[in-house]
């Protein structure tokens, strides 16, 4: 070969190993394709790879096949669901991880996997999946044991319950989200405040109920039982939530609704009683989802970022997946309060 050559000395794997900073054994695990390897670790081994343009030995795996992992909800459609697909699809594609976006099974009608948990939960693992993130969905104990047994991560996002307490969730300050919004009204001299709740065993319902409770205690005033109504996270059910709280003796002033959706469904039943919004009666949402700013008044709400969620959630499971462990098994993020058009002083108070 000529002297004056620049042919470059061809990358071997100890070269990338030393790239990357990490050990053979590890650049190895990734070059193969391995799952047990943290994702930023993962990520420096393959841009070392590409930079030094290593090219594996004949009969080795390229670089690390497609790494993907289930994102499943109860509900495809909603607002705050898409927008918690957002994040997560986000977070995946910074981390070279693809999102397949699924239903919980129901079973019926169904393919034979899923009849059972361990029949969900085998085919997920078949399937190469990294791990599942189970969205506003209510687990079982049988379910989570499937998963366990299949050595197949879970992150559940805003659950509606958690059979057990080792169960990795992410969700909002719920508490605190619900005494703001609660103090909002109360500020602006309402007394008599509805609660449009979520379904009875939702756990985070549950949350933003006691943080109203608490906001009225603290003001001095008894939480009446005839102004605190359940129901499911729905237009319908706040429409009929609104019609039962303002056909009330003594209707409320204010609302505070445990959703966007449902606070839409409350405006709407406060408009066909020829009641304005926010003049007649104040509405608090919670999400702070689309719906908020297109509706008409655009409504005050507590703004749970539901973007971020989906983000931690993927980043959490990677973690899992590579064996890292965790600080805390759940993870709570900061709610805010949005004061929008939808609330107003309580008449007399103006």
């Known amino acids: 070969m000529p ?26 695990k990734v070059i193969n394709g391995r799952g047990d390897v943290a994702a930023a670790t993962r990520l420096r081994v393959e841009e070392a790879a590409r930079e030094l343009g290593y090219v594996p030995p004949v009969g080795r795996r390229s670089i690390t096949p497609a790494r993907v992992v289930d994102l499943v909800f109860d509900d495809l459609v909603s607002p705050y669901s898409l927008e918690v697909l957002r994040g997560v699809t986000e977070a995946g594609a910074e981390t070279g991880v693809d999102v397949v976006v699924n239903r919980i099974p129901t079973g019926s009608g169904e393919p034979a996997w899923a009849s059972t948990p361990e029949g969900w939960a085998n085919r997920l693992k078949a399937a190469g999946r990294e791990g599942i993130i189970i969205v506003t ?37 719920n508490f605190s989200g619900g005494l703001s919004a609660t103090e909002h009204l109360l500020c ?60 009330a003796p003594e209707p409320p002033t204010a609302v505070f609704a445990a959703s966007d959706t449902t606070a839409l469904g409350v405006v709407e039943a406060a408009r066909r009683r020829g009641l304005r919004v926010p003049d007649d009666l104040s509405v608090v949402g919670f999400d702070d989802t689309i719906l908020a700013t297109l509706a008409t008044p655009a409504l005050t709400v507590v703004r749970q970022p539901l973007f971020d969620m989906g983000r931690v959630a993927l980043r959490t499971l990677l973690r899992l997946a590579a064996g890292e462990s965790l600080d805390s098994h759940h993870v709570e993020l900061a709610t805010q309060l949005v004061v929008r058009d939808s609330t107003a002083p309580r008449r007399g108070e103006r």
């Open 3 to 28: 002297s004056g050559s620049n042919t470059r000395r061809r990358a071997t794997l100890a070269m990338v190993a030393e790239a990357a900073g990490v050990s053979l054994p590890t650049a190895s």
């Open 137 to 173: 969905s209510e687990l079982t104990e049988e379910q989570v044991d499937a998963f366990d047994k299949a050595s197949l991560p879970l992150v559940v996002i805003d659950p509606l319950n958690l059979p057990r307490t080792d169960v990795t969730s992410v969700g909002a300050t």
């Open 188 to 247: 602006l001299g309402h007394r008599r405040i509805g609660f449009a709740g979520g379904p009875v065993r939702a756990a985070c319902g549950q949350a933003r109920l006691h943080g109203y409770r608490a906001a009225l205690e603290k003001a001095d005033i008894s939480p009446d039982p005839e102004l605190t109504l359940h129901g499911p996270f729905s237009y319908p059910a706040g429409l009929e939530m609104g019609s039962q709280l303002l056909s």
